[in-house]
């Protein structure tokens, strides 16, 4: 006969990018925890800034960063196995792009953008690509060559390109990134329950 | 009456989208349904269907079925047909003359100098058109303009139109099912009921004057 259990309990999770101070658990029992609304619905109530009771100290507490890590070294083996790939094969890529590409990607991780979704044109570049809303942005990079391009539905909204030279400083064509990207301070994330531990706000 | 000639701005053409060709594994990748091919001369071409010659979603899916039998067909005579590999026909996107002509005068595509689709029987394939853009001589990074014009293309497409060929209706999973809403949204045949008529008219007598050889290959 199957048990089933007999409670369950919500785990939040709170996300914090690296310009965030992390919680101090050295302080009294009654913790302030800055949160921003998110979109899981039981926070929908809670006000922006809360006293959040001893209990809630058990809410583990991660970096964006930790989650970034697992997205890009995805992105690297999925950009590895495109190098990999038989000649003629439409998503293989060429040793040179594969280098500029990950060199691209590890100034990205750095600066915790999410990880992109990829795709090619040929062998001579590969395309970073993310949707925000209805508009997209791209990065073609190839072995000695960058473009960026954010576009709406309607029209192209601005093109730049980058040389070998500027390839060396990535930062620089990673401004558009950041500008299309406009992360948020921090999230909630519902996470797994390990040790359920009745929530209370 | 004429056969073959100017592609109107108003005039549907249709991209057929081809299982694995147009997909990143199981999932569609819109990016690949567009692909562009440089020429020797530097342009970019592609190739589309054009209404006039497939009139009905019938003609434009059989259209479709027979390119990924070809496909498979060359492989098998190669001996490289592989069973994942093999091509399964998905559906097709619906673009417009104007869209594509107005590659030409986009903001921030100042390299593209012309795109125009110019009807161009192929491999007996009389609804076959090419879709050609010529960019300016020295373009300095043609991948980042085929992610632009591809990025441009794929805003202005409508579908899909889904089907699966005869050929595949044994598969458990048909890849037709990933394919995703365009932006410009769902497909919709607006001609009116006696215009669909008259393009069918038409069609069937073109057809009939290229078969025979009345109208010059």
């Given amino acids: 006969m199957l048990n089933y259990p007999a409670k369950i309990y919500r785990q939040a999770m709170v996300v914090l990018d690296s310009s965030s101070k992390p919680p101090d658990a050295s302080a009294s029992p009654y913790k302030t925890v800055q949160l921003q609304l998110s979109a899981t619905g039981f926070m929908d109530d809670m006000p922006t800034e809360t006293l959040i009771l001893t209990t809630f100290s058990s809410v583990p507490v991660i970096w964006e960063s930790e989650l970034r890590q697992q997205e890009y070294q995805e992105l690297g083996a999925a950009l590895g196995e495109m190098t990999k790939l038989e000649e003629g094969d439409e998503w293989k890529i060429d040793p040179p792009v594969y280098n500029a590409a990950c060199y691209i990607a590890a100034g990205l991780m750095v600066h915790s953008f999410p990880a992109p979704r990829i795709f090619n044109h040929g062998t001579k570049s590969v395309v970073f690509n993310w949707s925000y809303g209805a508009d997209n942005m791209y990065l073609t990079i190839s072995a000695d060559h960058i473009s960026t391009l954010i576009s709406s539905p309607e029209r192209i909204k601005r093109r730049v390109e980058y040389s070998l030279n500027e390839l060396t400083d990535p930062s620089t064509a990673l401004l558009s990134v950041r500008a299309f990207l406009k992360k948020p301070v921090q999230r909630l994330v519902s996470g797994a329950v390990t040790d359920p531990t009745e929530f209370v706000g | ?217």
């Fill in chain 2, 1 to 217: 009456m004429r056969c073959g000639g100017y592609i109107p701005d108003g005039d549907s053409l249709f991209r057929q989208s081809v299982y694995p060709v147009s997909f990143k594994g199981r999932a569609f990748a819109r990016e690949k349904c567009l692909k562009l091919y440089e020429q020797d001369d530097g342009s970019l071409l592609a190739s589309l269907t054009w209404e006039r010659y497939a009139p009905t979603e019938e003609l434009i899916h059989s259209y479709g079925c027979r390119l990924a039998f070809r496909r498979n067909e060359k492989k098998r005579a190669e001996g490289k047909l592989k069973d994942k590999d093999r091509q399964v026909y998905c559906g097709a996107y619906e673009l417009k003359g104007k869209a594509i002509r107005a590659l030409a005068t986009s903001d921030e595509l100042d390299e593209v100098l012309s795109a125009d689709v110019v009807h161009h029987v192929e491999e007996g394939e009389i609804a076959h058109t090419d879709l050609r853009i010529v960019l300016k001589p020295g373009s300095l990074n043609i991948d980042g303009t085929k992610t632009a014009i591809v990025d441009r293309l794929w805003s202005g497409c409508s579908g899909p139109l889904r089907h699966t060929c005869d050929c595949d209706r044994g598969m458990v999973e048909h890849p037709s099912s990933s394919l995703i809403t365009a932006p410009a949204g769902d497909y919709s045949d607006i001609r009116p009921y006696w215009l669909r008529l008259w393009c069918i008219v038409r069609f069937q007598i073109c057809n009939w004057l290229w078969r025979n050889n009345f109208w010059s290959r």
